[in-house]
């Protein structure tokens, strides 16, 4: 079976401080890879997306993850934070069978 | 182009009752798939439809069963109730089956008591 496991539950930061949340997932097959965030009072949103290729992927707003297989991590990472970034940050991977796991999020609060 | 939309918002049910979610997708989207957000956890799969077929399934009892027509909208019904499926209900479009990238509705609150 997968597993996402999102390593901090909430992470506070001052703007302009460097980011990086932790996702590490367990499934033996071949996995796409995704980081979602849901700004306060919006819709679930794609960040980045993993398929295949480069193992460094860059999103929107200027985020980007790693791929590390060997590690199966998928970690997300911006170098310097703003206020309006401030949100919940949800890593997922999902299989070609069609089933997609969630990671139980981590929420972001970027201090002004 | 019009983006994922769920009626109704919120939903207040007793135990035992059936409740109907809808979910109207992307522009464009063939595949729909429907999750269950618990307060305080990450979107759990429940099941995906692929031009009105289940495409998927995750660890949920069959009282969780759902329908996708030919124009791609969804139905996710969930027959005799439980106070534990009291939850957010999440509808998500995608262009094909498997796992692309994927379009979040706003969701629909339900309550159970």
């Known amino acids: 079976a997968q597993s996402v496991s999102q390593h901090n539950h909430h992470v506070i930061l001052s703007e302009a401080a460097s980011l990086e949340l932790g996702c590490n997932y367990s499934?033996?097959?071949?996995?796409?890879l995704f980081w979602y965030v849901q700004y306060p009072g919006q819709h679930l949103q794609l960040l980045l997306k993993y398929f295949s290729g480069d193992p460094l992927v860059k999103g929107i707003k200027g985020f980007e993850a790693e791929f590390i297989k060997s590690k199966f991590s998928f970690n997300l990472r911006k170098p310097s934070v703003q206020w309006s970034d401030t949100a919940e940050y949800f890593c997922?991977?999902?299989?070609?069978?069609?089933?997609?796991?969630f990671g139980d999020g981590t929420t972001l609060t970027v201090k002004p | 182009e019009t983006g994922v939309t769920q009626s109704p918002t919120h939903l207040i049910k007793t135990r035992g009752q059936q409740v109907t979610l809808r979910c109207s997708s992307q522009?464009?989207?063939?595949?729909v798939s429907w999750y269950q957000q618990a307060l305080g956890q990450g979107p759990q799969f429940i099941f995906q439809y692929y031009r009105e077929e289940e495409n998927g399934r995750g660890n949920f009892p069959p009282r969780f069963s759902g329908l996708q027509f030919p124009n791609y909208s969804s139905e996710l019904n969930v027959n005799a109730l439980e106070l534990d499926d009291s939850a957010l209900y999440l509808c998500?479009?995608?262009?094909?089956?498997?796992?692309?990238?994927?379009?979040f509705g706003p969701g629909t609150r339900l309550t159970v008591t």
């Open positions: 522009s464009g989207h063939n595949t």
């Open positions: 998500a479009s995608s262009l094909q089956s498997g796992t692309y990238e994927q379009y």
């Open positions: 997922a991977v999902g299989t070609n069978a069609g089933k997609s796991t």
């Open positions: 499934y033996g097959g071949t996995v796409n």
